[in-house]
């Protein structure tokens, strides 16, 4: 069974009341609106054609302001553009510019309209709400700016050309003695891009400003010279002086002048990880080279006590003093007067090396092992020129008491040295490939075959020998005269420095060499200590006898009429075979052979033009 529900009296007035304030509300909203409407109707109609109030532009009010009359005031109060202060740094300089030179303009026919447009949208909500807006809470509007970057740009551009500078490198060169010296500069470049960044962030805000230009800085590889140029003018503040060590100061000094040295500089740009720069320095090359002539007057071979053993006392008389050896060390000098430079120096001293010699002056025949004769040699130059004695006698002092140290191996071309017109000798005929021709040093041969032959009767290893091309009377020649032709083969010929003599000194004791040469004669003596060897030998003298061929005669245009001179003599070509067999007290100690090939060789005259009586050769 249902019963119908009654409402109680409070629900009854409950209901009442929320009633009456939904109605009061809906009321209120009501005339509300209708204010609103009523007010932004009122104010399209009493600001029909003008701006309505509350509308700004930066801070200017444009209420109540047509379209000509708002763009008139912006004119007055929108100025930034020509009147604002943009201030530019770089460094130590700065320029002041308008913005509007650099490209900012202001539209202030559009800024008007778009003060006019406040609350005149095509939306109702704007229409209707945008007026009261700007009534009550003003509506500020920005002015339209035209910024112009190409301008600003070029403004940049125009700036650059004050601030740009290029990179320079230092540069440090001589010029005769006078060093010179340029310093780097650091370059610098405006960075345009970088700059229109900044600029169009600073221009929106209307607002003075300044800014310090972005610059990219380009450093030279090398700024500064000045301690280098201080180094070279260092070593040609005054003249170089090259001195001895003390103990040789009989030698020198040598001065090199400010000017040699400016020519010997060489200033030099240096590159690699650690820096960049210049570096100062003498020549290598130049100052290596002056050492090197300078060491010629200063370079002394080391040289032996010579002596000449007295055959009555059996004793050594000193014949030339012993010798020092010196040498100028040409790197250790040249490290000394780079870093003697480099510190300051002028004066400094040369580095030598010396080499003491093994027999002094005091030497006895104990302590060389000297005591005896061990062989005499003799050969024969009867008829020899003036200038063949002359050489003779010249190559053989260079022998004349000079000693071969045990266990040696002796050169005649080393101890022989330089065959020159300097050293003594003169021109005579000597042997050159094919002919007999005149040449400085003719006749020192029979020196070389006197020496092969003392060396050979002694019975020392021979090590190194040449014969003759052909066969030379002069060494063929017996002590009583004429010719003994079992000396043929013993001959040795030398040509400094590429044909040698050369013999071992293969005993425990030195060697003591003496030379005499008389008027047609040379004699070689050893002295030593015998250890009881002796030579027996044997030859097949001349052998295969070939007849040389008929004399030559030839026309020398430097001859005078029926002048003839006979240039070259015939020797018949033979081969010669010499066996030694050398003995130590008794027993064979070593044996060897001696083999010489000698051609056939033509005479040959000369005679001069037109002259008559000349034999002509058979065809």
Not at 52 to 74: D, F, K
Not at 104 to 117: F, I, K, M
Not at 409 to 422: K, R
Request: glycine fraction near 8%; include cysteine; charged fraction near 20%.
């Amino acid at each position: 069974m249902h019963s119908n529900p009654r409402l109680s009296n409070s629900d009854a007035r409950s209901g009442t009341a929320g009633n009456k304030i939904i109605i009061a509300l809906t009321v209120f909203c009501l005339t509300l609106g209708v204010i609103l409407l009523g007010t932004s109707i009122g104010l399209h109609i009493l600001f029909n054609q003008r701006i309505l109030p509350g509308v700004s532009v930066h801070g200017n009010q444009l209420i109540g302001m047509t379209l000509a009359e708002a763009e008139e005031s912006l004119n007055h109060t929108v100025i930034y553009p020509e009147q604002g202060r943009v201030v530019l740094k770089a460094d130590e300089q700065s320029w002041v510019v308008k913005p509007a030179d650099l490209g900012l303009q202001s539209n202030n026919t559009q800024t008007a309209r778009d003060a006019y447009q406040v609350g005149r949208g095509r939306s109702i909500i704007s229409w209707l709400f945008d007026p009261i807006r700007a009534l009550v809470t003003g509506y500020p509007i920005s002015p339209v700016l035209v910024y112009e970057e190409k301008r600003a740009e070029q403004y940049l551009i125009t700036l650059a050309a004050q601030i740009d500078r290029p990179t320079l490198e230092a540069r440090l060169g001589i010029s005769g003695t006078t060093i010179e010296l340029v310093t780097g500069q650091v370059g610098r470049k405006l960075d345009v891009a970088s700059a229109l960044i900044v600029l169009n962030d600073e221009l929106m805000t209307l607002h003075d400003f300044s800014i310090s230009l972005p610059i990219i800085e380009a450093p030279p590889l090398i700024l500064d010279a000045r301690e280098q140029a201080v180094i070279a003018q260092q070593i040609l503040f005054a003249p170089l002086t090259l001195s001895m060590p003390d103990s040789q100061r009989y030698l020198g000094p040598w001065v090199i002048t400010v000017e040699e040295l400016a020519q010997m500089l060489v200033i030099g740009r240096v590159e690699d990880a650690a820096q960049t720069g210049y570096q100062v320095t003498l020549d290598q090359e130049k100052i290596r080279n002056y050492l090197s002539d300078l060491a010629t007057s200063i370079n002394q071979d080391v040289q032996n006590a010579r002596f000449i053993f007295n055959d009555d006392t059996r004793k050594l008389d000193l014949n030339q003093s012993a010798v020092v050896g010196r040498r100028l060390d040409i790197e250790s000098s040249l490290a000394s007067i780079n870093q003697g430079l480099l510190d300051g120096q002028h004066s400094i001293q040369l580095t030598i090396i010396t080499d003491q010699p093994k027999v002094l002056d005091d030497s006895t025949t104990d302590q060389l092992g000297i005591h005896e004769l061990i062989w005499a040699e003799t050969s024969y130059f009867r008829g020899s020129s003036t200038e063949r004695i002359q050489n003779i006698t010249a190559a053989a002092a260079r022998f004349h008491g000079l000693l071969v140290p045990p266990g040696a191996t002796f050169s005649m071309a080393e101890a022989l040295g330089d065959i020159s017109l300097d050293n003594g000798y003169a021109e005579a005929l000597i042997i050159f490939g094919d002919q007999t021709i005149k040449g400085i040093g003719g006749g020192v041969c029979q020196v070389s075959t006197t020496l092969f032959r003392t060396a050979f009767h002694a019975g020392f290893p021979i090590t190194e020998r040449h014969a003759h091309a052909y066969r030379v009377s002069y060494y063929e020649e017996k002590s009583g005269g004429g010719i003994d032709p079992n000396l043929a083969g013993l001959d040795a010929t030398v040509y400094v420095p590429i044909v040698d003599l050369k013999f071992t000194n293969d005993t425990p004791y030195w060697l003591l060499m003496e030379t005499y040469v008389r008027s047609s004669s040379i004699t070689w003596k050893f002295y030593s200590t015998s250890d009881g060897r002796t030579v027996d030998w044997q030859t097949t003298g001349p052998t295969n006898i070939v007849e040389p061929q008929e004399p030559l005669y030839r026309e020398n245009p430097a001859l005078e009429k029926g002048e003839v001179n006979q240039v070259d003599w015939e020797a018949e070509g033979a081969d010669v075979t010499i066996t030694r067999s050398v003995y130590r007290n008794g027993a064979l100690y070593f044996q060897d052979t001696f083999r010489t090939h000698y051609l056939p060789w033509q005479a040959i005259f000369e005679y001069g033009p037109g002259t008559e009586g000349i034999p002509t050769p058979e065809p």
